[in-house]
Protein backbone atom coordinates (compact mmCIF):
# COMPACT_ATOMS: atom_id res chain seq x y z
CA UNK A 1 0.00 0.00 0.00
CA UNK A 2 1.06 3.62 0.53
CA UNK A 3 4.33 4.11 1.94
CA UNK A 4 2.72 6.43 4.88
CA UNK A 5 4.46 8.81 7.70
CA UNK A 6 3.20 11.24 10.18
CA UNK A 7 6.02 13.74 10.69
CA UNK A 8 3.67 16.53 11.35
CA UNK A 9 1.73 14.66 14.22
CA UNK A 10 4.84 13.92 15.73
CA UNK A 11 6.24 17.53 15.48
CA UNK A 12 2.97 19.68 16.05
CA UNK A 13 1.18 18.09 19.16
CA UNK A 14 -1.52 20.49 19.86
CA UNK A 15 -1.67 22.15 16.58
CA UNK A 16 -4.41 19.12 15.29
CA UNK A 17 -7.31 17.30 16.28
CA UNK A 18 -7.51 13.40 15.22
CA UNK A 19 -11.07 12.96 13.25
CA UNK A 20 -12.48 10.07 11.31
CA UNK A 21 -14.39 10.55 8.07
CA UNK A 22 -17.67 10.73 7.68
CA UNK A 23 -19.62 7.16 6.20
CA UNK A 24 -20.51 8.10 2.94
CA UNK A 25 -23.43 6.38 2.14
CA UNK A 26 -22.25 5.17 -1.38
CA UNK A 27 -19.45 5.74 -2.45
CA UNK A 28 -18.67 5.77 -6.48
CA UNK A 29 -15.37 6.56 -8.26
CA UNK A 30 -15.74 9.66 -10.44
CA UNK A 31 -12.40 10.71 -11.61
CA UNK A 32 -9.02 8.90 -10.72
CA UNK A 33 -5.54 10.53 -11.73
CA UNK A 34 -3.90 7.03 -12.84
CA UNK A 35 -0.44 8.59 -13.55
CA UNK A 36 -0.06 10.64 -10.55
CA UNK A 37 -1.23 7.28 -8.57
CA UNK A 38 1.59 6.24 -9.87
CA UNK A 39 3.94 8.51 -9.34
CA UNK A 40 3.16 8.23 -5.89
CA UNK A 41 3.80 4.10 -5.88
CA UNK A 42 0.08 3.99 -5.16
CA UNK A 43 -0.47 -0.07 -6.02
CA UNK A 44 -3.21 -0.72 -8.58
CA UNK A 45 -6.80 -1.63 -7.47
CA UNK A 46 -10.14 -2.20 -8.71
CA UNK A 47 -12.16 1.16 -8.81
CA UNK A 48 -14.88 -0.09 -6.19
CA UNK A 49 -11.23 -0.33 -3.35
CA UNK A 50 -10.15 3.51 -4.94
CA UNK A 51 -13.90 4.57 -4.42
CA UNK A 52 -14.29 2.97 -1.10
CA UNK A 53 -10.07 4.29 0.17
CA UNK A 54 -10.67 8.11 -1.39
CA UNK A 55 -14.37 8.44 0.30
CA UNK A 56 -13.71 7.53 4.32
CA UNK A 57 -15.52 4.40 3.49
CA UNK A 58 -13.01 2.58 4.39
CA UNK A 59 -9.35 3.34 6.19
CA UNK A 60 -6.47 4.09 4.15
CA UNK A 61 -4.39 1.35 5.12
CA UNK A 62 -1.42 3.46 7.05
CA UNK A 63 -3.27 6.43 7.30
CA UNK A 64 -3.88 8.83 10.73
CA UNK A 65 -6.50 11.08 10.01
CA UNK A 66 -6.48 14.16 11.53
CA UNK A 67 -8.05 18.09 11.52
CA UNK A 68 -5.48 20.79 11.58
CA UNK A 69 -6.13 24.22 13.12
CA UNK A 70 -5.25 27.55 11.61
CA UNK A 71 -6.60 30.74 12.15
CA UNK A 72 -6.59 33.11 8.40
CA UNK A 73 -7.17 36.92 7.55
CA UNK A 74 -10.39 36.73 5.24
CA UNK A 75 -10.23 39.68 3.07
CA UNK A 76 -8.23 41.74 5.37
CA UNK A 77 -9.99 40.70 8.95
CA UNK A 78 -8.22 38.21 11.20
CA UNK A 79 -10.65 35.15 12.05
CA UNK A 80 -8.44 33.17 14.89
CA UNK A 81 -10.13 30.08 14.78
CA UNK A 82 -10.56 28.54 11.02
CA UNK A 83 -8.91 25.14 10.81
CA UNK A 84 -9.85 22.26 8.44
CA UNK A 85 -13.63 22.30 8.49
CA UNK A 86 -14.15 20.04 5.54
CA UNK A 87 -10.74 18.73 5.20
CA UNK A 88 -8.98 15.91 6.91
CA UNK A 89 -4.90 15.30 6.60
CA UNK A 90 -4.56 11.41 6.02
CA UNK A 91 -0.94 11.82 6.69
CA UNK A 92 2.25 11.61 4.50
CA UNK A 93 2.88 9.60 1.77
CA UNK A 94 7.01 9.16 0.86
CA UNK A 95 7.08 8.36 -3.00
CA UNK A 96 9.13 5.72 -4.42
CA UNK A 97 11.99 8.78 -4.84
CA UNK A 98 11.58 9.72 -1.38
CA UNK A 99 9.98 12.98 -1.45
CA UNK A 100 7.02 13.66 0.72
CA UNK A 101 3.33 14.83 0.34
CA UNK A 102 0.22 15.48 2.14
CA UNK A 103 -2.49 13.81 1.01
CA UNK A 104 -5.67 15.05 2.05
CA UNK A 105 -9.31 14.56 1.64
CA UNK A 106 -12.28 17.67 1.28
CA UNK A 107 -14.93 17.33 1.68
CA UNK A 108 -14.97 14.41 3.88
CA UNK A 109 -17.57 15.96 6.78
CA UNK A 110 -18.00 18.08 9.59
CA UNK A 111 -14.95 18.27 12.37
CA UNK A 112 -14.70 20.71 15.17
CA UNK A 113 -13.32 23.19 12.59
CA UNK A 114 -16.67 23.24 10.80
CA UNK A 115 -18.71 26.07 12.67
CA UNK A 116 -22.10 25.41 12.30
CA UNK A 117 -21.19 24.29 8.24
CA UNK A 118 -21.70 20.52 6.84
CA UNK A 119 -17.82 19.49 6.27
CA UNK A 120 -19.57 18.63 2.93
CA UNK A 121 -18.13 19.33 -0.74
CA UNK A 122 -20.14 19.12 -4.23
CA UNK A 123 -19.33 16.86 -6.56
CA UNK A 124 -19.22 20.14 -8.90
CA UNK A 125 -16.72 22.39 -6.26
CA UNK A 126 -14.59 19.01 -6.35
CA UNK A 127 -13.97 18.41 -10.31
CA UNK A 128 -13.42 22.15 -10.71
CA UNK A 129 -10.65 21.66 -8.11
CA UNK A 130 -9.46 18.79 -9.64
CA UNK A 131 -9.37 20.28 -13.24
CA UNK A 132 -8.25 23.55 -12.16
CA UNK A 133 -5.17 22.15 -10.10
CA UNK A 134 -3.92 19.68 -12.84
CA UNK A 135 -4.26 22.18 -15.80
CA UNK A 136 -2.08 24.38 -13.51
CA UNK A 137 0.21 21.71 -12.71
CA UNK A 138 0.85 21.16 -16.94
CA UNK A 139 1.26 24.90 -17.30
CA UNK A 140 4.09 24.40 -14.92
CA UNK A 141 2.73 26.29 -11.66
CA UNK A 142 3.42 24.43 -8.25
CA UNK A 143 0.01 23.76 -7.40
CA UNK A 144 -1.58 20.90 -4.85
CA UNK A 145 -2.51 18.15 -7.36
CA UNK A 146 -5.69 15.84 -7.09
CA UNK A 147 -5.89 12.53 -7.11
CA UNK A 148 -9.37 11.51 -6.98
CA UNK A 149 -12.67 12.44 -6.54
CA UNK A 150 -15.27 10.27 -5.12
CA UNK A 151 -18.68 10.26 -5.03
CA UNK A 152 -20.25 10.08 -1.66
CA UNK A 153 -24.00 8.67 -2.94
CA UNK A 154 -25.44 11.35 -0.20
CA UNK A 155 -27.08 14.49 -1.90
CA UNK A 156 -26.34 17.72 0.08
CA UNK A 157 -27.76 21.46 0.44
CA UNK A 158 -26.19 24.35 -1.12
CA UNK A 159 -29.11 26.91 -3.34
CA UNK A 160 -29.91 23.57 -4.59
CA UNK A 161 -29.56 19.94 -3.81
CA UNK A 162 -26.41 19.01 -5.22
CA UNK A 163 -24.31 15.70 -5.33
CA UNK A 164 -22.16 15.24 -2.95
CA UNK A 165 -18.29 13.67 -3.45
CA UNK A 166 -15.03 13.93 -1.54
CA UNK A 167 -11.67 14.82 -3.84
CA UNK A 168 -8.32 13.44 -2.31
CA UNK A 169 -5.75 16.49 -2.53
CA UNK A 170 -2.05 16.32 -3.17
CA UNK A 171 0.45 18.89 -1.59
CA UNK A 172 3.60 19.62 -0.40
CA UNK A 173 2.34 20.35 3.03
CA UNK A 174 -0.90 22.42 3.91
CA UNK A 175 1.37 24.65 5.91
CA UNK A 176 -0.58 27.95 5.40
CA UNK A 177 0.72 31.94 6.52
CA UNK A 178 -2.52 31.06 8.58
CA UNK A 179 -1.30 27.78 10.49
CA UNK A 180 1.57 30.57 11.79
CA UNK A 181 -0.91 33.16 12.77
CA UNK A 182 -2.92 30.59 14.62
CA UNK A 183 0.07 29.74 16.44
CA UNK A 184 1.70 33.11 17.45
CA UNK A 185 -2.42 33.80 18.73
CA UNK A 186 -2.89 30.76 20.58
CA UNK A 187 0.36 29.16 21.46
CA UNK A 188 3.24 31.88 21.93
CA UNK A 189 7.05 32.72 20.56
CA UNK A 190 8.10 28.75 21.03
CA UNK A 191 5.72 26.83 19.37
CA UNK A 192 6.00 29.51 16.48
CA UNK A 193 9.90 28.89 16.68
CA UNK A 194 8.50 24.89 16.22
CA UNK A 195 6.53 25.16 13.49
CA UNK A 196 9.11 27.46 11.66
CA UNK A 197 11.84 24.80 11.63
CA UNK A 198 9.45 22.12 11.03
CA UNK A 199 8.35 24.12 8.10
CA UNK A 200 12.14 24.74 7.38
CA UNK A 201 13.28 20.92 7.70
CA UNK A 202 10.08 20.12 5.28
CA UNK A 203 10.27 22.44 2.26
CA UNK A 204 13.78 24.25 2.68
CA UNK A 205 16.31 22.14 4.42
CA UNK A 206 19.12 23.86 3.06
CA UNK A 207 18.39 27.06 5.15
CA UNK A 208 18.02 24.53 8.21
CA UNK A 209 21.72 25.72 9.13
CA UNK A 210 21.06 29.75 8.71
CA UNK A 211 22.37 31.28 11.90
CA UNK A 212 18.19 33.08 12.28
CA UNK A 213 15.91 30.45 11.13
CA UNK A 214 12.86 31.80 11.66
CA UNK A 215 13.84 34.53 9.27
CA UNK A 216 15.55 32.18 6.88
CA UNK A 217 11.73 30.65 6.49
CA UNK A 218 10.55 34.50 5.66
CA UNK A 219 12.72 34.93 3.58
CA UNK A 220 11.71 31.60 1.70
CA UNK A 221 8.53 31.69 2.00
CA UNK A 222 9.04 35.73 0.34
CA UNK A 223 10.95 34.15 -2.70
CA UNK A 224 8.53 31.31 -3.65
CA UNK A 225 5.50 33.39 -3.55
CA UNK A 226 6.84 35.81 -5.73
CA UNK A 227 7.66 33.09 -7.98
CA UNK A 228 4.24 31.93 -7.62
CA UNK A 229 2.60 35.13 -8.21
CA UNK A 230 4.68 35.88 -11.15
CA UNK A 231 3.37 32.77 -12.81
CA UNK A 232 0.07 33.55 -12.37
CA UNK A 233 0.47 37.07 -13.73
CA UNK A 234 1.96 35.39 -16.67
CA UNK A 235 -0.84 33.04 -16.96
CA UNK A 236 -3.71 35.20 -16.19
CA UNK A 237 -5.05 33.51 -13.47
CA UNK A 238 -6.85 34.84 -10.70
CA UNK A 239 -6.65 33.07 -7.64
CA UNK A 240 -10.27 34.57 -6.44
CA UNK A 241 -9.82 34.39 -2.12
CA UNK A 242 -6.19 35.40 -1.19
CA UNK A 243 -6.86 35.19 2.21
CA UNK A 244 -4.14 34.20 4.35
CA UNK A 245 -5.25 30.95 5.70
CA UNK A 246 -5.07 29.97 1.52
CA UNK A 247 -1.28 30.68 0.99
CA UNK A 248 1.10 28.19 1.34
CA UNK A 249 4.44 28.28 3.18
CA UNK A 250 5.85 25.40 0.07
CA UNK A 251 4.45 28.12 -2.73
CA UNK A 252 1.91 26.14 -4.18
CA UNK A 253 -1.27 27.17 -5.14
CA UNK A 254 -3.45 25.63 -2.64
CA UNK A 255 -7.74 26.04 -2.71
CA UNK A 256 -9.36 26.38 -6.00
CA UNK A 257 -12.39 28.17 -4.55
CA UNK A 258 -13.61 31.17 -6.69
CA UNK A 259 -10.57 31.01 -9.09
CA UNK A 260 -10.75 31.56 -13.06
CA UNK A 261 -8.54 32.53 -15.95
CA UNK A 262 -9.04 35.79 -17.52
CA UNK A 263 -10.92 36.02 -20.64
CA UNK A 264 -10.25 39.72 -22.06
CA UNK A 265 -7.17 41.14 -20.14
CA UNK A 266 -8.26 43.77 -17.25
CA UNK A 267 -6.38 44.32 -14.48
CA UNK A 268 -8.94 45.17 -12.33
CA UNK A 269 -10.86 41.84 -13.75
CA UNK A 270 -12.90 40.00 -10.55
CA UNK A 271 -14.84 37.09 -10.64
CA UNK A 272 -15.88 36.39 -7.29
CA UNK A 273 -19.46 37.15 -6.50
CA UNK A 274 -18.41 38.13 -2.86
CA UNK A 275 -15.11 40.32 -4.08
CA UNK A 276 -17.10 43.56 -3.78
CA UNK A 277 -14.11 45.87 -3.64
CA UNK A 278 -11.65 43.83 -5.76
CA UNK A 279 -9.14 43.24 -3.18
CA UNK A 280 -8.21 40.15 -5.42
CA UNK A 281 -8.76 41.66 -8.73
CA UNK A 282 -5.95 40.16 -11.12
CA UNK A 283 -3.63 43.14 -11.21
CA UNK A 284 -4.11 43.10 -7.46
CA UNK A 285 -2.90 39.68 -6.97
CA UNK A 286 0.92 41.19 -6.62
CA UNK A 287 -0.04 43.74 -3.75
CA UNK A 288 -2.48 41.48 -2.02
CA UNK A 289 0.64 38.66 -1.76
CA UNK A 290 2.77 41.20 -0.19
CA UNK A 291 0.06 42.11 2.21
CA UNK A 292 -0.22 38.46 3.51
CA UNK A 293 3.59 37.74 3.53
CA UNK A 294 3.84 40.90 6.00
CA UNK A 295 1.00 39.04 7.99
CA UNK A 296 3.12 35.86 7.98
CA UNK A 297 6.48 38.48 9.46
CA UNK A 298 4.41 39.89 11.77
CA UNK A 299 3.35 35.83 13.24
CA UNK A 300 7.48 35.43 12.81
CA UNK A 301 8.63 38.73 14.33
CA UNK A 302 8.93 37.91 17.92
CA UNK A 303 10.79 34.43 17.05
CA UNK A 304 13.06 36.73 14.61
CA UNK A 305 13.86 39.46 17.22
CA UNK A 306 14.23 36.85 19.73
CA UNK A 307 17.19 35.81 18.10
CA UNK A 308 18.94 38.74 17.10
CA UNK A 309 16.92 42.48 17.58
CA UNK A 310 18.86 43.96 14.76
CA UNK A 311 16.88 41.38 12.37
CA UNK A 312 13.65 43.51 13.11
CA UNK A 313 15.11 45.88 10.18
CA UNK A 314 16.51 42.44 8.08
CA UNK A 315 12.63 41.57 8.11
CA UNK A 316 11.43 44.92 7.31
CA UNK A 317 13.32 45.32 4.31
CA UNK A 318 12.91 42.37 2.91
CA UNK A 319 9.04 43.39 2.53
CA UNK A 320 9.79 46.18 1.77
CA UNK A 321 12.04 45.29 -1.22
CA UNK A 322 9.59 42.02 -2.22
CA UNK A 323 7.69 44.13 -4.88
CA UNK A 324 11.37 44.09 -7.12
CA UNK A 325 11.80 40.67 -5.79
CA UNK A 326 8.37 39.71 -7.53
CA UNK A 327 8.86 42.12 -10.78
CA UNK A 328 12.64 40.05 -11.24
CA UNK A 329 10.10 36.96 -11.20
CA UNK A 330 7.63 38.03 -13.05
CA UNK A 331 9.99 39.48 -16.28
CA UNK A 332 11.74 36.38 -16.08
CA UNK A 333 8.65 34.69 -17.07
CA UNK A 334 7.01 37.04 -19.61
CA UNK A 335 10.22 37.03 -21.43
CA UNK A 336 9.96 33.57 -23.02
CA UNK A 337 6.37 34.08 -23.67
CA UNK A 338 7.59 37.44 -26.07
CA UNK A 339 10.02 35.46 -27.40
CA UNK A 340 12.66 37.04 -25.70
CA UNK A 341 16.18 34.79 -24.64
CA UNK A 342 18.47 37.69 -23.66
CA UNK A 343 17.65 40.07 -21.10
CA UNK A 344 17.89 43.87 -21.18
CA UNK A 345 17.17 46.18 -18.69
CA UNK A 346 14.49 47.78 -21.00
CA UNK A 347 12.47 44.60 -20.45
CA UNK A 348 10.81 45.62 -17.38
CA UNK A 349 9.40 48.81 -19.25
CA UNK A 350 8.03 47.15 -22.55
CA UNK A 351 5.87 44.49 -20.68
CA UNK A 352 4.59 47.07 -18.69
CA UNK A 353 3.47 49.10 -21.71
CA UNK A 354 2.04 45.96 -23.68
CA UNK A 355 -0.26 45.40 -20.55
CA UNK A 356 -0.94 49.44 -20.26
CA UNK A 357 -1.89 49.16 -24.02
CA UNK A 358 -4.23 46.53 -23.67
CA UNK A 359 -6.46 47.57 -20.99
CA UNK A 360 -9.65 48.34 -22.24
CA UNK A 361 -9.23 46.57 -25.96
CA UNK A 362 -11.53 43.34 -24.66
CA UNK A 363 -8.12 41.34 -26.12
CA UNK A 364 -8.21 37.51 -24.63
CA UNK A 365 -5.00 37.49 -22.58
CA UNK A 366 -4.39 33.36 -23.86
CA UNK A 367 -4.82 33.89 -27.30
CA UNK A 368 -2.87 37.45 -27.11
CA UNK A 369 0.55 35.23 -27.13
CA UNK A 370 -0.39 32.69 -29.35
CA UNK A 371 -1.46 35.63 -31.40
CA UNK A 372 2.06 37.85 -31.09
CA UNK A 373 3.78 34.37 -31.83
CA UNK A 374 1.67 34.22 -35.30
CA UNK A 375 2.80 38.29 -35.90
CA UNK A 376 6.30 37.09 -36.64
CA UNK A 377 5.61 35.78 -39.71
CA UNK A 378 2.08 37.24 -40.72
CA UNK A 379 2.64 40.82 -39.58
CA UNK A 380 0.61 42.98 -36.84
CA UNK A 381 -2.53 42.37 -38.05
CA UNK A 382 -2.62 39.04 -36.43
CA UNK A 383 -2.37 40.85 -33.26
CA UNK A 384 -4.84 44.06 -34.50
CA UNK A 385 -7.65 41.22 -34.75
CA UNK A 386 -7.66 40.13 -31.23
CA UNK A 387 -8.32 44.33 -29.95
CA UNK A 388 -11.26 46.04 -30.04
CA UNK A 389 -9.25 49.08 -31.18
CA UNK A 390 -6.87 47.28 -33.82
CA UNK A 391 -4.42 49.76 -34.32
CA UNK A 392 -4.14 49.55 -29.91
CA UNK A 393 -0.95 48.19 -30.08
CA UNK A 394 0.93 49.00 -32.89
CA UNK A 395 3.07 51.13 -31.60
CA UNK A 396 3.88 48.57 -28.69
CA UNK A 397 4.40 45.89 -31.72
CA UNK A 398 7.08 48.06 -33.30
CA UNK A 399 9.14 48.89 -30.01
CA UNK A 400 9.44 44.63 -29.54
CA UNK A 401 10.09 44.36 -33.30
CA UNK A 402 13.03 46.71 -32.11
CA UNK A 403 13.76 44.65 -29.06
CA UNK A 404 13.49 41.31 -31.19
CA UNK A 405 16.03 42.37 -34.03
CA UNK A 406 18.87 42.59 -30.69
CA UNK A 407 17.95 38.45 -30.24
CA UNK A 408 19.40 36.00 -31.61
CA UNK A 409 16.95 33.08 -33.09
CA UNK A 410 15.25 32.77 -36.33
CA UNK A 411 11.47 33.55 -36.63
CA UNK A 412 10.62 29.94 -36.95
CA UNK A 413 12.74 29.21 -33.90
CA UNK A 414 11.60 31.67 -31.88
CA UNK A 415 7.92 31.08 -32.77
CA UNK A 416 8.68 27.58 -31.46
CA UNK A 417 10.09 28.85 -28.56
CA UNK A 418 6.69 31.14 -27.79
CA UNK A 419 4.33 28.47 -28.37
CA UNK A 420 6.07 26.01 -26.25
CA UNK A 421 5.43 28.36 -23.16
CA UNK A 422 1.76 30.54 -24.08
CA UNK A 423 -0.85 27.73 -23.97
CA UNK A 424 -3.44 27.31 -26.39
CA UNK A 425 -5.81 25.54 -24.21
CA UNK A 426 -6.71 26.58 -20.39
CA UNK A 427 -10.25 26.04 -18.27
CA UNK A 428 -11.87 28.16 -19.79
CA UNK A 429 -14.92 29.75 -17.56
CA UNK A 430 -17.98 29.06 -20.18
CA UNK A 431 -16.34 25.36 -21.16
CA UNK A 432 -15.58 24.62 -17.40
CA UNK A 433 -19.12 25.63 -16.25
CA UNK A 434 -20.55 23.61 -19.13
CA UNK A 435 -18.66 20.51 -18.35
CA UNK A 436 -19.43 20.71 -14.65
CA UNK A 437 -23.39 21.09 -15.48
CA UNK A 438 -22.98 17.85 -17.40
CA UNK A 439 -21.57 15.98 -14.74
CA UNK A 440 -24.41 16.74 -12.55
CA UNK A 441 -26.41 14.82 -14.43
CA UNK A 442 -23.92 11.95 -14.58
CA UNK A 443 -22.19 13.13 -18.39
CA UNK A 444 -18.48 12.81 -17.64
CA UNK A 445 -18.04 13.40 -21.18
CA UNK A 446 -17.92 17.05 -21.51
CA UNK A 447 -15.24 17.44 -18.47
CA UNK A 448 -12.64 14.07 -19.37
CA UNK A 449 -12.70 16.03 -22.99
CA UNK A 450 -11.96 19.74 -21.52
CA UNK A 451 -9.24 17.85 -18.88
CA UNK A 452 -7.12 15.88 -21.80
CA UNK A 453 -6.93 19.67 -23.40
CA UNK A 454 -6.13 21.47 -20.43
CA UNK A 455 -3.77 18.90 -19.19
CA UNK A 456 -1.88 19.24 -22.76
CA UNK A 457 -2.01 23.12 -22.97
CA UNK A 458 0.85 24.02 -25.43
CA UNK A 459 -0.06 21.22 -27.99
CA UNK A 460 -2.47 22.84 -30.94
CA UNK A 461 -5.48 19.82 -31.95
CA UNK A 462 -7.15 19.56 -35.54
CA UNK A 463 -11.36 20.21 -34.99
CA UNK A 464 -10.51 21.67 -30.93
CA UNK A 465 -10.63 25.36 -32.33
CA UNK A 466 -13.97 26.41 -29.79
CA UNK A 467 -12.09 25.58 -27.00
CA UNK A 468 -9.45 27.69 -27.76
CA UNK A 469 -11.73 30.48 -28.25
CA UNK A 470 -13.70 33.13 -25.74
CA UNK A 471 -16.95 32.66 -24.09
CA UNK A 472 -19.64 33.39 -27.18
CA UNK A 473 -20.67 36.69 -27.84
CA UNK A 474 -23.57 37.86 -25.66
CA UNK A 475 -22.45 35.45 -23.16
CA UNK A 476 -23.55 36.72 -19.68
CA UNK A 477 -20.49 37.90 -17.10
CA UNK A 478 -18.48 34.79 -15.51
CA UNK A 479 -18.91 34.50 -11.66
CA UNK A 480 -17.65 32.25 -8.92
CA UNK A 481 -18.55 31.17 -5.66
CA UNK A 482 -16.45 30.26 -2.73
CA UNK A 483 -16.49 27.13 -0.36
CA UNK A 484 -19.19 25.80 -2.99
P1 LIG B 1 -11.94 28.00 2.06
O1 LIG B 1 -12.96 28.92 1.47
O2 LIG B 1 -11.95 26.63 1.46
O3 LIG B 1 -10.56 28.58 2.08
O4 LIG B 1 -12.37 27.77 3.57
C1 LIG B 1 -12.27 28.73 4.57
C2 LIG B 1 -12.65 28.10 5.90
O5 LIG B 1 -14.02 27.71 5.89
C3 LIG B 1 -11.86 26.83 6.24
O6 LIG B 1 -11.67 26.80 7.62
C4 LIG B 1 -12.79 25.74 5.79
O7 LIG B 1 -12.55 24.53 6.46
C5 LIG B 1 -14.15 26.30 6.15
N1 LIG B 1 -15.23 25.76 5.31
C6 LIG B 1 -15.53 26.08 4.03
N2 LIG B 1 -16.57 25.36 3.59
C7 LIG B 1 -16.94 24.54 4.59
C8 LIG B 1 -17.96 23.54 4.76
N3 LIG B 1 -18.82 23.22 3.80
N4 LIG B 1 -18.03 22.94 5.97
C9 LIG B 1 -17.17 23.23 6.96
N5 LIG B 1 -16.21 24.15 6.87
C10 LIG B 1 -16.09 24.81 5.71
MG1 LIG C 1 -8.94 27.54 2.37
Redesign the pocket.
Known amino acids: MLNFDHSLARALEGFYVPWQAAEPPAPKLALWNAPLAAALGLPEAEPEQYARWFSGAEAVPGSQPLALA?A?H?FGHFNPQ??????LLLGEVLRPDGARFDLQF??SG??P?????????TLSAALREYLMSEAMAALGVPTTRSLAVVLTGEGIWRETPQPGAVLTRVAASHLRVGTFEWAAAHKGREAVEQLADYALQRHFPERLSERNRPLALLDAVCEVQAQLVAKWMNLGFIHG?M?T??VTISGETI?Y?PCAFLDAYSATQVFSSIDHNGRYAFGNQPVVCRWNLYRLASALIEAIVAVDEADNEAARLMLEQWGERYERHWIAGLRPKLGLATAEEGDLALGQTLFAALEGQGADFTRLFRALSASLSEGYGAVGAECSDPEALREWWELWQARLAREPLAIAERQAAMDAVNPVYIPRNHLTDAALKAADTGDMEPFNALLELVTHPFVQRDGMEHYAHGAPEGSPAHVTY??T
Do not use: E, I, M, W
Open positions: YGQLGDGRAKGPTFSRQADGKSVNDNDGCG
